[in-house]
């Protein structure tokens, strides 16, 4: 063998180990990982915060051995699996042992705290969990019990605080030991660009939706001013975060019943048809099962409806945040979820089952090509699906009457708009935030004034009432604790009408973004499962060109599908101010 032959014999021998090796510690920690989640106890933590410290150390151990291939010319497929290897994990413990196992212990255990917590609210003599308290905030009128419920809710990061912290610490110096500058930067690494050439990127995508964002954001202030008041509600400043419809203020369908126009034919109420249809959770993924067969794609493996978790059981802890999972890598599909019996969560479920028809698709990949092209790419399928659930669409499969249909376009505008549009501040606000954290700029004795200058920035949002550092609000969203980088939503909520807009050609639909819907058209499952099945095996402008032609991210999809909406809104705001 020449010298050349031989390396890439290495390399090759080399990777296949790895893949071999980070293939089995990763289902064992999966395993794990969903025992923990469907039945939390302090056993089921310590053994996934175990079995994820040995995926950690495995990977750590083998990025390092890694770079003795530095600087070698090899095949674009090793040299790419290479890059991988390194950001395969969003979270990197130091190589000592102790350490490491502090690390994804403190990681499990904040995760689980998030999951227990429970406010009794004003008025009530049993406590509630977080989606009792988030029903109160999308129904309750009364300010003094959507303050309650939100105070309620947010004292659950003063639990969180100090294994933040720690994890903070700990988790960078594992970053810096694979050659990052801090977590963060190693977040912003996963993008085929440089990280600060990402966070220009994201920039350039927050300025072509901010007007748009604006717009809404006035509109909506007018309206609520209009219920509660002058005293609640400024002319010019921040909306009060617990008037918003959602804990989190970070999307406001809940709410739009409140901030439609009297004038306006009311829009489609999915909720309503779905409970007068007395539709079970199991249903609900059955329909969402059904578009993806009509698209193309094979029904769910059998074990999916006996593995996953639809309802909060009632006799134990679980993690009720909405997942999925592909459990062995393969095919053992699976969602994780506390179904309600609303249109919201009959659009969580199509988002979900968008993550395990793109983790079903990639699965033909090598171990370290299982991903999607971005993270963003990930949770943009299913919201693409989800987007062609039109008053139309649930008219054909018999969920609306036939009169749905001409639902007012405005009205069902408006909605997706306090759903997507009011979503993109809070999607980019979380990650700005934790990037500086990570980078060591905002320290733990201001984590809390940080976190609402953030999002007072960037969604025009404040707290009901001050907050000190003995609160800790970042930790009130379950991405904080649970380590899970944010910035993904950001660019799906772009991304999702980016493949929208595609596919409604792909299948010839005719007709404004807003009523197209792809249901039925195998021209555009076809162009979908393109782009699924590459899994993360080329850099992610390929794969954006396989489903839409384009190599480059842009909000003139998002754009182009509200555009009626805006000139209403412009038409709307005449005169009034736009800022806070
Ligand atoms: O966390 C989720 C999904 C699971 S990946 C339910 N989402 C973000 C959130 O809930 O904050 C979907 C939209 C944003
Ligand atoms: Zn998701």
Redo the contacts with the bound molecule.
């Keep these: 063998m020449s010298g050349p032959e031989r390396r890439s014999f290495e390399v090759g021998a080399f990777l296949h180990r790895a893949e071999a090796q980070l293939l089995e510690l990763s289902r064992e920690s999966q395993q794990a990982e969903w025992v923990h989640a469907t039945y939390i106890t302090d056993d089921t933590e310590a053994v996934a915060a175990r079995a994820s410290a040995r995926v950690i150390g495995a990977t750590v151990a083998l990025a390092k051995e890694s770079t003795r291939f530095a600087g070698e010319h090899l095949s674009p497929e090793a040299s790419r699996k290479l890059t991988l290897l390194r950001l395969a994990l969003p979270l990197i413990a130091p190589s000592d042992p102790t350490e490491s196992e502090e690390l994804t212990a403190l990681v499990a255990e904040m995760q689980s705290v998030y999951s227990k917590g429970r406010h009794v609210p004003l008025g009530a003599t049993e406590a509630v969990d977080l989606q009792g308290l988030s029903r109160l905030l999308r129904e309750s009128r009364d300010p003094a019990v959507l303050e309650d419920a939100w105070t309620g809710w947010h004292r659950v990061g003063r639990g969180i605080r100090t294994g933040f912290t720690r994890y903070v610490d700990l988790a960078n110096r594992g970053a810096r030991e694979l050659g990052f500058a801090d977590t963060g930067a190693m977040w912003r690494s996963k993008y085929d660009m440089g990280a600060d050439e990402f966070a220009a990127e994201v920039d350039r995508l927050w300025q072509q939706v901010r007007p748009l964002y604006r717009a809404l954001h006035a509109y909506v202030r007018r309206r609520l001013r209009a219920t509660y008041g002058d005293a609640l509600v400024p002319s010019h400043g921040p909306i009060p975060a617990h008037l918003l419809g959602n804990m989190w203020a970070?999307s406001w369908e809940g709410i739009y019943p409140l901030v439609a126009p009297a004038e306006i034919p009311d829009r489609f109420d999915l909720t309503r048809a779905l409970v007068e249809r007395k539709t079970t959770p199991e249903e609900m993924v059955r329909h969402a099962e059904r578009f993806f067969e009509s698209l193309g794609f094979a029904p769910l493996p059998a074990t999916f409806w006996q593995r996953s978790m639809l309802t909060r059981p009632r006799d134990r802890e679980v993690v009720c945040?909405?997942?999925a999972w592909d459990v062995d890598l393969v095919d053992d599909l699976r969602i994780k979820m506390c179904i309600e019996i609303t249109g919201e969560d009959f659009g969580?479920i199509h988002?979900e089952l968008g993550h395990n028809y793109y983790q079903r698709a990639y699965a033909g990949q090598p171990y370290l090509f299982r991903d999607s092209a971005h993270d963003g790419f990930h949770?943009a399928v299913g919201d693409t699906i989800a987007l062609s659930v039109t008053p139309d669409y649930l008219g054909r499969i018999g969920l609306a009457g036939p009169d749905a249909r001409f639902a007012d376009d405005i009205g069902l505008l408006l909605e997706r708009a306090l759903e997507k549009i009011a979503f993109l501040p809070f999607g980019l606000a979380v990650d700005r935030w934790r990037w500086r954290v990570f980078s060591g700029e905002i320290g733990p004795s201001e984590y809390t004034r940080s976190w609402w200058a953030t999002r007072r920035e960037y969604q025009g949002v404040a707290p009901p009432t001050d907050r000190g550092e003995e609160e800790f609000d970042p930790g009130a969203k379950y991405?904080v604790p649970a380590n899970v980088p944010y910035m993904r939503?950001f660019l799906a909520h772009l991304l999702q009408f980016q493949f929208h807009r595609a596919l409604v050609r792909a299948a010839g639909v005719p007709g404004p973004l807003h009523r197209a819907s792809i249901y039925g058209s195998r021209a555009a499952g076809d162009r979908l499962k393109a782009m699924l099945e590459m899994g993360q095996s080329r850099a992610w402008p390929d794969a954006l060109e396989a489903i839409t032609g384009e190599r480059r991210m842009d909000a003139a999809g998002i754009l182009e599908y509200f555009e009626p909406l805006r000139r209403w809104l412009d038409e709307q705001n005449r005169g009034a101010p736009l800022d806070w």
């Design positions: 970070q945040h909405a997942s969580v988002h949770e991405h939503y």
